[in-house]
């Protein structure tokens, strides 16, 4: 055992992954292009992090959610060397120029195109951090722009089916690792629009949370007997719209029938959270960041 070894804890770069939510193809970029990380090394090569990288790893994540490149946040945290090999996309503009390529691919209906642009953007950046900063704009500029555009709807259905076919495929890949702790995610009955909420599944499974879901319109009811079937840690609802005074009734309801969390997220909770806490159930509000970062003190505190 080297003399590092024997001084301090070394990590893999699973267990590193798991603690900061940065996926492992995405911190071998980080060390690959930019230097930013420069782990030790099995004699078989397996790359071991150190306390004070996962504490780099943190720091870099937080100048990111400022909407900084990966390049600026490395001029920031380190002044290792620079190597040439920089994505397109991320001087000047981290976010826009992404917006940009997957923008013209869904104009085209190019699939191949959006494709090379998400994939680049995962591989460098968390994927909450993708979700809030490039997704989730697209999703609204799709949006706002369909009524007064020949084929707007088209192309928002086009994106919209490709984002639910790339999360539902990585979600099926993540429920395989069976961690810990799940939590039961639904839409709130009424609700049919369920991409927001396997956006928001995806970026927590990054952080060691696993989900069963029931996916859009969801009847309170059956979420009750599916929490208990499956022995979920917590209840996480989502919603768009005005809840009604029945619709509150229900979710009283389940609160006193549930022995767990239940967790109220999207523009349903942001508008009437106060509604939603007099319930009993906890109102997320619609920021994904701040969202994550109670998910999983709530989802601990589970009996």
């Not at 090394?41 to 490149?69: N, W």
């Not at 984002?163 to 993540?174: M, P, Q, T």
């Not at 928001?200 to 208990?228: K, S």
Request: net charge positive; hydrophobic share 45%.
């Amino acid at each position: 055992m080297s003399a590092i070894d024997a001084a301090e804890a070394l990590y893999p770069i699973r267990t590193v992954s798991s603690l900061t939510g940065v996926h492992p193809v995405t911190l071998r970029a980080w060390e690959r292009r930019y230097g930013l990380i420069r782990p030790h090394r099995t004699p078989k090569g397996h790359r071991l992090y150190t306390q004070a990288d996962i504490d780099l790893i943190r720091e870099v994540i937080g100048l990111l959610g400022t909407g900084i490149s990966i390049a600026q946040a490395k001029q920031r945290v380190g002044n290792a060397p620079r190597i040439a090999t920089e994505p397109r996309a991320a001087e000047g503009g981290a976010w826009e120029g992404y917006q940009r390529r997957m923008a013209r691919a869904v104009e085209a209906f190019d699939e191949t195109g959006l494709e090379a642009a998400y994939a680049e953007a995962l591989s460098l950046y968390p994927v909450d951090l993708v979700t809030e900063h490039l997704v989730n704009p697209l999703l609204r500029l799709l949006g706002e722009r369909w009524e007064g555009r020949p084929g707007g709807i088209a192309e928002e259905h086009f994106f919209a089916t490709y984002l639910r076919n790339k999360v539902g495929a990585r979600l099926h890949h993540l429920a395989g690792q069976r961690p810990r702790r799940r939590v039961l995610a639904a839409c709130l009955p009424g609700e049919h629009h369920e991409l927001g909420l396997l956006l928001f599944c995806l970026a927590a499974a990054n952080h060691g949370i696993g989900f069963v879901i029931l996916g859009a319109d969801t009847p309170l009811a059956e979420v009750a007997h599916a929490q208990r079937r499956a022995g979920c840690a917590a209840i996480l609802l989502s919603g768009s719209g005005d809840p009604g005074l029945a619709l509150l009734a229900d979710l009283r309801a389940l609160v006193e029938a549930s022995r767990v969390p239940v967790l109220v997220g999207g523009r349903t909770a942001a508008a009437h959270g106060a509604a939603i806490e007099a319930t009993g159930a906890a109102s997320l509000g619609s920021d994904v960041a701040g969202a994550l970062r109670r998910l999983p003190a709530l989802v601990a505190s589970a009996a």
